[in-house]
């Protein structure tokens, strides 16, 4: 079965960090760019960054420029997405996707796996 599962969310303060992870089982991730997306309550799902098959390449969304950070450790199949200072307005469900195409700027298109998401609350 192919999928992506994300992990590592969770309920942090306003300036606070967390790593997310999304690993792949199934198939290998090697030749695939990946992208994170969110979802805040309401509003449609986000793009916020997108890394390279072989991660030289990033992008990001303005809004998470300077304060997530998007890395790949090809070899564990595994993607990562460093979230430092964290804000009230990035609390979503963060979901990370996979695409056999490249990074279209800082959204990831067209999307042939998605992982089911995981929370990210910011609050006091």
């Known amino acids: 079965q192919l999928q992506l599962v994300e992990s590592g969310g969770g309920l942090v303060q306003p300036g606070g960090s967390l790593r997310l992870s999304c690993a792949a089982s199934g198939f290998t991730l090697d030749y695939y760019a990946i992208g994170w997306f969110r979802q805040a309550p309401g509003q449609e799902r986000e793009g916020v960054s997108c890394?390279?098959?072989?991660?030289?390449?990033?992008h990001y969304a303005d809004s998470v420029k300077g304060r997530l950070t998007i890395s790949r450790d090809n070899a564990k199949n595994t993607v990562y997405l460093q979230m430092n200072s964290l804000k009230p307005e990035d609390t979503a469900v963060y979901y990370c996707?996979?695409?056999?195409?490249?990074?279209?700027?800082?959204?990831?298109?067209?999307?042939?796996?998605w992982g089911q998401g995981t929370q990210v609350t910011v609050s006091s």
């Open positions: 996707a996979a695409s056999g195409n490249y990074c279209s700027g800082y959204v990831l298109r067209p999307v042939s796996y």
């Open positions: 890394i390279s098959s072989s991660g030289g390449i990033t």
